[in-house]
């Protein structure tokens, strides 16, 4: 019976998310008539890849046993100073790069203040919150940025052939994600300082360099995350990324990566992205009121972390 129980536990810590997001789809397909197309699935994709993007950095940085609540701010203003440069004339790819190159800054700033000055990560990633937020209203005045460039509204708007070039891009970003975090070393030695970070100091590891570029990549990841949304919109707003901080730990923590970190990966967000996107949509499609909504988000999520305590 012991050897039959620990079966059953191994089998469900493998597939256990799987097949709740299976059945999560099996229930909204059964009460919706609508959940179950081809606009549908395309349209829950979409929605994803926002979220999806920047919960690629928050997984690294959760496998640090760190903590990142600025990636929202730093979304919001890498695109309005995006924005504003392409309305001043910049070329696309130019203007891309500096929003791209002022997230990773922003994170690089995360990172140092973490490692060197010794400030906890939810304390530095909340002073880094307060701080990208105030820039993006005052470089704004509080007012949106509209009125962008044809050929960069095709990141949030345009398709290769039926597939939308989110989406696309949100797929490239969970595949080097992956690869880099199974792969190669770095994904060896994040999951090291993760498990016990004076052993991997010990072991010769850079723990302050990983710890950094950790915090570079959500970072870099939250101002890509931008430049979709506003693109998509044709707006940028000094606003945009409230709670996306939440969004992104929960689809982390859904997908199995744990607090403590040295546990979870790129597989598992993944699969907690789609279970948030789809559970949202469903939500819509039931016609189920807005004010409901988070209550539901939040009791699934948190019956999804209590089932993953009780597997482990």
């Known amino acids: 019976m012991p050897a039959q129980t620990s079966t059953v536990r191994d089998y469900l810590q493998r597939f256990g998310l799987i097949i709740s997001f299976l059945l999560l789809c099996l229930a909204l397909t059964m009460l919706s008539d609508r959940f179950l197309t081809v606009d549908n699935i395309i349209n829950v994709l979409r929605q994803s890849t926002i979220n999806g993007i920047i919960a690629i950095g928050m997984t690294y940085v959760i496998l640090t046993a760190g903590i990142d609540l600025s990636v929202g701010a730093i979304l919001a203003l890498s695109a309005v100073v995006t924005a504003?440069?392409?309305?001043?004339g910049t070329a696309v790819p130019l203007a891309i790069l500096i929003g791209l190159g002022i997230g990773g800054g922003l994170g690089l700033i995360n990172g140092l203040v973490i490692t060197k000055a010794k400030v906890p990560?939810?304390?530095?990633t909340l002073g880094m919150m307060t701080i990208a937020r105030g820039l993006a209203l005052t470089y704004t005045e509080g007012r949106p940025i509209t009125g962008l460039p044809d050929a960069f509204r095709t990141v949030g708007t345009g398709s290769v052939g039926p597939i939308p070039v989110p989406i696309i891009l949100a797929a490239a970003a969970f595949t080097i994600g992956y690869i880099l975090l199974t792969?190669?070393?770095?994904?060896?030695?994040?999951?090291?300082?993760?498990?016990?970070?004076?052993?991997?100091?010990y072991a010769g590891i850079s723990v302050?360099?990983?710890?950094?570029?950790?915090?570079?990549?959500?970072?870099?990841?939250?101002?890509?995350?931008?430049?979709?949304?506003?693109?998509?919109?044709?707006s940028a707003q000094p606003t945009a990324g409230l709670a996306y901080e939440f969004d992104a730990i929960a689809a982390v923590v859904v997908g199995g990566t744990s607090f403590a970190g040295g546990q979870g990966g790129l597989g598992g967000t993944l699969i907690g992205a789609l279970i948030i996107a789809v559970l949202n949509n469903g939500l819509n499609l039931l016609n189920v009121s807005s004010f409901y909504q988070p209550v539901v988000t939040g009791v699934v999520i948190a019956v999804a972390l209590l089932l993953h305590r009780a597997i482990r």
């Not at 504003?84 to 001043?88: F, H, I, S, V």
């Open 208 to 234: 302050n360099r990983y710890i950094t570029f950790v915090y570079v990549l959500a970072g870099a990841l939250s101002a890509l995350a931008g430049m979709i949304l506003v693109a998509r919109l044709d």
């Open 183 to 201: 792969r190669t070393a770095l994904g060896q030695f994040i999951f090291a300082i993760g498990n016990n970070p004076v052993a991997a100091k």
């Open 84 to 88: 504003d440069l392409l309305q001043g």
């Open 121 to 124: 990560p939810f304390v530095a």
